[in-house]
């Protein structure tokens, strides 16, 4: 029998743990803040921003946002970045994605402190993932090992199948799931015959940005799907990589979209800003 994974609820049992243990830090007479960075005018970027300081707040965690206009220089973005990285206030710097054409995102991501890098994106936590050891994972791809973690599936051993392969999210996810255990295969939209790929997987992870690309007809009975994907159809609809309702009744779990990772993600980096404090203290 399918089970939807509710990522809406195990993201909030998460966020009252963090919550209790930033009201701990509190009584101690300690904050616990994350800045976050927005330039230019993007509407899907501020939807994104705003919930990630609504949850901020939700969890007592300090957040600063800057927003700035998206003519402002590289130079300046680099100079507010380095001032952040020697605020003693600061626990976390978060710069939104994507930024102007004219501003090198690598060199900006690059200019964050690693010990403040809560989106694990610094190529020195990039680099540690590789041996298992980074300060930070990534958020989608630890909300996604957390969501494993929370239906009890035994990694060791699985056939596990990444579709796709972004810095972002499909290399650190097959890196964990290795890390885990797990026989891992990554594929992207230009792999050939997909199908004889996930028709053997235990689990898939969709995270290539094509809408409704998996179908029932992908995968074996019993496959649990995680899906990464956000795409919005012609109508406004969104929806996700997996073709949830024609999936439903053949896999044994399924992430929805939206409720599924999305929520998990702004949780994690959350996690990650309470677990940056212990380097700062």
């Known amino acids: 029998m399918t089970q939807i994974i509710n990522g809406n609820e195990l993201a909030k049992n998460i966020r009252l743990e963090i919550l209790e243990k930033v ?20 509407p899907a970027s501020h939807v994104y921003v705003n919930n990630k300081v609504k949850a901020c707040k939700e969890c007592e965690i300090n957040s600063i946002l800057e927003t700035y206009e998206s003519d402002i220089t590289q130079d300046f973005l680099l100079h507010r970045i380095n001032e952040l990285n020697n605020d003693k206030n600061v626990n976390g710097i978060l710069v939104q994605l994507p930024l102007p054409k004219h501003i090198d995102s690598y060199a900006v991501l690059e200019a964050i402190s690693p010990i403040k890098d809560v989106d694990g994106f610094h190529i020195a936590n990039a680099g540690a993932l590789m041996t298992g050891k980074p300060i930070f994972k990534p958020c989608t791809p630890y909300a996604c ?91 406004g609809k969104l929806c996700g990589d997996a073709d949830f309702d024609d999936l439903k009744n053949k896999v044994s779990y399924i992430t929805p979209v939206p409720g599924g990772v999305g929520p998990m993600t702004i949780t994690m980096l959350l996690q990650n800003t309470l677990e940056a404090t212990q380097y700062q203290d």
Request: aromatic share 0%.
């Open 145 to 235: 090992m957390k969501i494993l973690e929370s239906i009890n599936y035994e990694l060791k051993g699985a056939n596990a199948v990444i579709v796709g392969a972004s810095n972002i999210v499909g290399k650190p996810i097959s890196m964990l799931l290795l890390q885990a255990g797990a026989t891992v295969t990554i594929c992207n939209s230009k792999t050939k015959d997909l199908k004889s790929h996930t028709e053997k997987a235990d689990i898939i992870v969709m995270a290539v940005g094509k809408p409704n690309m998996l179908k029932s007809e992908h995968i074996k009975t019993g496959a649990i799907v995680i899906d990464v994907g956000i795409n919005r159809l012609d109508n």
């Open 23 to 42: 009201q701990i830090r509190k009584a101690k007479g300690k904050s616990t803040t994350l800045a976050v960075i927005l330039v230019g005018n993007d």
